[in-house]
């Protein structure tokens, strides 16, 4: 970005590395803690640092040019990043061994900008509540509003932030891997081929694909979108239960393998059914509990920011039908996209924003949802289809 007028001046992406060690954080930590963190840090490091180099060439620029680098992850991808051990997020208060924002050299965590250039880093919220959240934050400024808003940023984590300007609470909840393909026997990334929404209309099913390739498997937009159909169909009952009426029982093919973009076609197990039934309950438990902590009711929130790739995709009608949020919201719903890229962005740009997220993360209400005895309760409540 031009530090001056806020302009993007290149864009670049790419898979984390750090998937070799582990598909996903707690993988992730596990082996930080086997192994040291050496390898994990040193691998994203240097993945950032040849990002840099790439940015900087389609921007006709010198690396050296680049003055700030502001960084944004869970809190367990910031410690990796930082080279600090996740052990403090893996054993119990799980709180973070760092959490307020920072300004860092950035030569000394491997990135080759200007000799004085900065690392930014804005503040952990909790142990599962990260530097992204707070990135949302601070692009969303729910703590600035008068209405009562809540934002939900769904991955492996289903990490929330429920109220205004008067008070803020934030959760997270272990909704598991299953909205990002793992864990699903046909389950995919949001890659070329990934079905992506699903429809069942007049006796007939319809999908889409990512690039309009050959049906690969199911990204987690697909996903909910099978799930709410089946169900809506009378193809599941409340209780999950699969009664598809097609020849192998708890297995319903989507997508025949002579059809398909691979040799097994695309389908959905009971297994896979049961995966998506704890993530929901783990969010609708996640929202009743804020809800409860704010003593307010569905009626007072004003908006849904859907954060992240997943939350842009995903159809929200589906999602209410499986009962991952109250159908009372669903008008309310708005997808925000990269809500915590956004965040980054300006942390680069207004430094006394930056700083305000500092304060505002120390007056949040965090809550823990493994520590309430009524969590449990609300989780097998949301298990079952409304």
């Known amino acids: 970005m031009d530090a001056l007028t806020g302009k993007q001046l290149a864009l670049k992406s790419r898979m984390n590395p750090q998937t070799q060690y582990g598909a996903d954080v707690i993988m992730r930590a596990d082996h930080a803690l086997e192994h040291g963190v050496e390898q994990l840090t040193g691998c994203i490091r240097n993945a950032v640092d040849e990002m840099l180099q790439e940015l900087a060439e389609e921007a006709g620029r010198s690396t050296l040019d680049i003055c700030q680098v502001s960084v944004v992850g869970n809190t367990c991808m910031h410690h990796l990043f930082l080279g600090i051990s996740p052990a403090s997020l893996v054993h119990a208060p799980y709180n973070p061994a760092i959490s307020q924002g920072l300004t860092l050299n950035a030569e000394q965590y491997g990135l080759h900008i200007h000799r004085k250039g900065q690392l930014l880093m804005l503040p952990d919220i909790a142990g599962y509540v990260g530097a992204d959240t707070c990135g949302c934050i601070l692009a969303l400024r729910q703590d600035q509003q008068n209405e009562i808003s809540l934002m939900i940023d769904i991955g492996t984590n289903g990490e929330m932030v429920l109220g205004n300007k008067t008070r803020l609470a934030c959760?997270?909840?272990?909704?598991?891997?299953?909205?990002?393909?793992?864990?699903?026997?046909?389950?995919?990334?949001?890659g070329a081929g990934a079905?992506?929404?699903?429809?069942?209309?007049?006796?007939?099913?319809?999908?889409?694909?990512?690039?309009?390739?050959?049906?690969?498997?199911?990204?987690?937009?697909?996903?909910?979108?099978?799930?709410?159909?089946?169900?809506?169909a009378g193809f599941i009952d409340e209780s999950g239960h699969l009664e598809s009426g097609q020849e192998k029982a708890g297995v319903f093919v989507l997508v025949p393998p002579e059809k398909s973009g691979n040799d097994r076609g695309v389908y959905l197990t009971q297994k896979d059914i049961g995966e998506v039934q704890l993530a929901k309950a783990a969010i609708a438990a996640g929202i009743f509990l804020l809800m409860k902590r704010l003593e307010i009711t569905e009626k007072d929130i004003k908006r849904v920011y859907l954060a992240g790739a997943f939350g842009n995709y995903m159809n929200p009608e589906s999602a209410a039908a499986i009962g991952m949020f109250p159908a009372g919201l669903l008008p309310r719903i708005q997808p925000v996209g990269n809500a915590a890229g956004e965040g980054a962005r300006i942390a680069l740009l207004n430094e006394e924003e930056r700083k305000e997220m500092d304060r505002t993360v120390k007056n949040m209400d965090f809550v823990e949802l493994a520590a309430s005895p009524e969590f449990q309760d609300c989780f097998v409540d949301g298990l079952c289809f409304p």
């Open 195 to 232: 079905v992506d929404h699903v429809v069942y209309k007049n006796g007939k099913w319809e999908y889409t694909t990512i690039g309009n390739k050959a049906p690969a498997g199911l990204c987690g937009s697909g996903l909910i979108d099978l799930v709410a159909q089946l169900y809506l």
């Open 171 to 190: 959760c997270s909840t272990a909704a598991g891997p299953a909205f990002e393909g793992a864990k699903i026997e046909c389950g995919m990334r949001g």
